[in-house]
């Protein structure tokens, strides 16, 4: 079974920088599509970056681009999120999540697992 836990969140003063470490077990990790979602309160869980298991391809949200970077590091079976110039609408729960062969990344509901959240707070 594949389980996913997320560490590294915390409080940061705007314009600061966090990593999001996502350690996966039971699957090798270049075998999934790995992806990092958050959720706002009051809002839904909306998509932030992903990594595809076939050639490593990544794909952002826009608002996020330029900001963050989501790698992989196969030795340690885990996937990060490299979070720089951070704004205080980044503030959220986030979530890592992975899947085989998911075909739109930035949709939560085709993920088949999910970590259990790391809050990120920056303020102003």
């Known amino acids: 079974q594949v389980q996913l836990v997320e560490s590294g969140g915390g409080l940061v003063q705007a314009g600061g920088s966090l990593r999001l470490a996502c350690a996966v077990s039971?699957?090798?990790?270049?075998?999934?599509?790995t992806g990092w979602f958050r959720q706002a309160p009051g809002k839904e869980r909306e998509f932030v970056a992903a990594i595809t298991q076939i050639g490593s391809i990544t794909y952002y949200e826009d608002s996020v681009k330029g900001r963050f970077t989501i790698s992989r590091d196969n030795a340690k079976n885990t996937v990060s999120l490299q979070m720089n110039s951070l704004k205080p609408e980044d503030t959220a729960v986030y979530y890592c999540?992975?899947?085989?062969?998911?075909?739109?990344?930035?949709?939560?509901?085709?993920?088949?697992?999910w970590g259990q959240g790391t809050q990120v707070t920056v303020s102003s």
């Open positions: 039971g699957r090798t990790v270049s075998r999934l599509d």
């Open positions: 999540a992975a899947g085989t062969y998911i075909s739109r990344l930035s949709r939560p509901d085709l993920y088949d697992y």
